[in-house]
């Protein structure tokens, strides 16, 4: 059953994790407004916050950052690091970012050109919302109807809704969308994959109205592998060659490095199309830095050079997605009610579930994820859920929650071995055992914008 699972690696340093009591978890995260943003990491023994700029790199990564050429222009690095991504792409001009932010940046600063726009995408991730609202479009979400069901398991729930974009292109017309977003996996909607047939599809019909497609791919890598797995036609294609195909439905692509690029920082834009290259380089100038390294330092772009080849490789991806999966195996066998099936880089708890008694506004997911801290010294972020992710509308004015309250159990790469996983399951039980005893929570300041609520605030229990 676990014969696919080979790890390709074995453990040389380790870092010393301190643990601590319930009463002192307890006495942290009260003291910390039941805001982990506040709580010192040192007191988090196993954080599974998130799986971005967390993962632990290879001997070949660490000794590439001893061959660090730090000049201004034209670093050596700089040439790996563009042959890496040129490989991994099939595009031509590579744009070095210092993280996936800064490259949304850029993208949407040069796509978004008019105010009173929509951006579509199967699910904005939160700062390229951000980014779309701070050029003056509306980012609209078009997950597939089957997202919407946490519990029934299929193939490819990150897909976008055609039938919708198609309807949303006849109503507010080509011209009023700067481009359609698709983000794979789709980190909205509990890291669950595109498949090449939606891709494909959503491409071409965005395409024939002349609309630019811009690939969010912080975790390409690992939708490669559902699609080798999963899809009809693909068994036989490599993961690079998967990815080749991937990216010739995009116009424009941009990656965190943080994820599928096995770093700690760094990112990356990568596109064929010379003209919008041109006008992306000269404000990546501005914001990050110059064309040649792009706000990194010459050895953190060899570390993605390097970690970029090794995050393609199929037995490392196998081992990966199968650390997921034995999580998400843990979780239901303790009837942890988990959203199916589970997806790329986390397992998804469902916060309503866990906790009946809480009303959405009392925020059932974080109280999720405090217990979970309280009782095992597990950290799991609420996300997407309704502390984070409710959202006014900018037309109507309505205030809506999203369609999930889910506690992501993300898993750093290469990071924690499977006896962790095992102890965080039981952390999780330990805390829906707790069931009607766990109070909801109500905001005592939050940050103005709404979408910065993902990020930090002040809570005090019901
Ligand atoms: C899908 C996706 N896109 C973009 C980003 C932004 O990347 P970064 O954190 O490197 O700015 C993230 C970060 O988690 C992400 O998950």
């Known amino acids: 059953m676990y014969m696919k699972r080979k790890a390709p690696f074995k453990i040389k340093v380790v870092e010393p994790i301190k643990w601590n009591t319930r009463d002192k978890r307890e006495q942290l995260i009260k003291e910390a407004h039941y805001c982990f943003a506040y709580v010192p990491a040192e007191e988090i023994p196993v954080n599974l916050l998130t799986d971005s700029g967390t993962s632990a790199m290879s001997q070949e990564q660490w000794a590439g950052m001893m061959r660090g050429d730090e000049s201004y222009y034209c670093a050596s690095n700089w040439y790996n ?75 490819f729930k990150g897909n976008i809704n055609l039938e919708a974009f198609e309807k949303a292109i006849n109503e507010k017309g080509a011209a009023m969308i700067p481009f359609l977003n698709m983000v794979l996996v789709n980190n909205f909607t509990a890291g669950q994959p595109v498949s090449m047939a939606n891709l494909r599809a959503a491409s071409k019909l965005a395409r024939k109205n002349g609309i630019k497609v811009v690939v969010d791919a912080a975790r390409v890598p690992e939708n490669a592998y559902f699609i080798k797995e999963r899809e009809e036609g693909y068994g036989n294609r490599s993961i690079r060659e998967i990815c080749h195909e991937i990216f010739s439905y995009a116009d424009v692509m941009h990656m965190s490095a943080k994820k599928g690029a096995l770093v700690n920082i760094g990112g990356f834009i990568a596109t064929n199309d010379q003209s919008l290259y041109e006008e992306m380089g000269q404000w990546l100038i501005i914001f990050d830095g110059f064309l040649t390294y792009g706000g990194l330092s010459g050895r953190d772009l060899e570390a993605v050079a390097i970690g970029l080849n090794e995050g393609l490789d199929y ?45 959405k506004e009392e925020f059932a997911a974080h109280a999720l994820s405090v217990q979970t801290y309280i009782e095992a010294g597990v950290y799991a972020g609420e996300n997407p859920s309704s502390l984070g992710w409710s959202r006014t509308d900018p037309e109507t004015g309505k205030y809506t929650p999203p369609p999930f309250e889910l506690v992501r159990f993300a898993i750093p790469r290469r990071v924690y071995t499977d006896s962790q996983l095992e102890y965080t399951a039981d952390g999780v039980k330990a805390a829906l055992d707790q069931g009607g005893r766990v109070r909801g929570f109500r905001f005592v300041w939050k940050p103005d914008n709404e979408f910065l609520r993902i990020f930090y605030y002040k809570l005090e229990r019901l």
């Open 81 to 155: 690091f563009e042959k890496a991504v040129q490989d991994y792409t099939g595009f031509k001009y590579v744009l070095p970012a210092h993280q996936g932010r800064a490259a949304e940046h850029v993208v949407c600063r040069v796509l978004i050109k008019k105010p009173g726009t929509t951006t579509y995408a199967n699910a904005h991730f939160g700062t390229t919302e951000a980014h779309a609202r701070l050029f003056g479009a509306n980012p609209v979400n078009l997950p597939a109807p089957e997202a919407l069901a946490p519990e029934t398991a299929a193939d």
């Open 315 to 359: 037995d490392y991806l196998a081992y990966r997605i199968g650390q997921v999966e034995y999580l998400g195996k843990l979780m239901r066998e303790r009837e942890i009610p988990i959203y199916e099936p589970v997806g790329g880089h986390a397992v998804y708890v469902n916060g309503e579930k866990a906790y009946p008694h809480l009303a």
